[in-house]
């Protein structure tokens, strides 16, 4: 006998995001050659919640998302992109084929449309996809 839980789209959808941001931060920790009493230093924090945050114990705010990627020396990139979902019926619409970068420069939101953008070491990307 087998135990099944189901997950509701929404609920995976939710989940597979915060595991992608959780596994981009453990990658900046790594690529920075840091440990995590050094990284709790810089923030005037305790080693635990530094811990807790990297592994899922602690939930993660957008505040220590960005105080991460600075102790560790990396941007956040942030892009929303539209599903390709076509929904039939009397009022069908399809998703455009592009979305928007929405980029934070100090304190001013720029929005562009999207375009491919170059690797660089010291970038976080976070990405939702739908089937990921």
């Known amino acids: 006998m087998s135990y099944q839980m189901r997950i509701d789209p929404r609920s995976r959808n939710a989940g597979r995001f915060a595991r992608k941001v959780q ?8 690529h920075s050659g840091l440990r995590q009493q050094q990284i709790a230093q810089m923030l005037d924090v ?14 993660l705010t957008l505040r220590s998302i960005a105080d991460l990627a600075w102790a560790t020396n990396h941007k956040i990139v942030f892009a ?6 076509a929904v039939v019926g009397a009022n069908e619409h399809q998703r455009p ?3 928007m970068n ?3 420069r100090g304190n001013t939101l720029i929005q562009q449309p999207n375009a491919p953008r170059s ?4 970038t976080i990307v976070v990405r ?3 089937g990921a």
């Open 80 to 85: 929303l992109e539209p599903r390709d979902v």
């Open 128 to 130: 939702q996809h739908e």
């Open 119 to 122: 690797s660089s070491r010291n």
């Open 23 to 30: 596994k981009e931060l453990q990658k900046a920790v790594v």
């Open 97 to 99: 084929e592009s979305g």
């Open 46 to 59: 305790d080693r635990s919640i530094i811990n807790r945050r990297l592994t899922g114990e602690a939930n």
């Open 102 to 104: 929405i980029t934070l």
